[in-house]
């Protein structure tokens, strides 16, 4: 079993910046496609960055630019860079990694931006 803990959430100022990190109990992301994913009170879970198992990057549209997802096997853990984050950027933020017959997620972080 994969245990998956997202960490590095919290209160931005708009304009801001902050680094999620997700750390897995096992190698996984090495062999696993990752990806953070959000929701907002009210609205449904959607997909924000993710990375496959070869380092192939894509972004939701309204996070392109702002936020970047990156992978360190040594270390176990896939890392979201947030710059420039707006109000609607407020979230929990969740890791899921994913295998051909499993998927596997943390229990989020919470992200608020506001001034």
């Known amino acids: 079993q994969v245990r998956l803990v997202e960490s590095g959430g919290g209160l931005a100022q708009p304009g801001g910046s902050l680094r999620l990190s997700c750390a897995a109990s096992?190698?996984?992301?090495?062999?696993?496609?990752t990806a953070w994913y959000r929701q907002a009170p009210g609205k449904e879970r959607e997909l924000v960055a993710r990375i496959s198992r070869d380092g192939i990057t894509n972004y939701a549209d309204s996070v392109k630019g702002r936020f970047t997802i990156s992978r360190d096997n040594a270390k176990k853990t896939v890392d979201l860079q947030m710059n420039s984050l707006k109000p609607e950027d407020t979230a929990v933020y969740y890791c899921n990694s994913v295998l051909p017959t499993i998927s596997y997620w943390g229990l989020g972080t919470q992200v608020t931006v506001s001034s």
């Open positions: 096992q190698i996984i992301f090495s062999i696993a496609s």
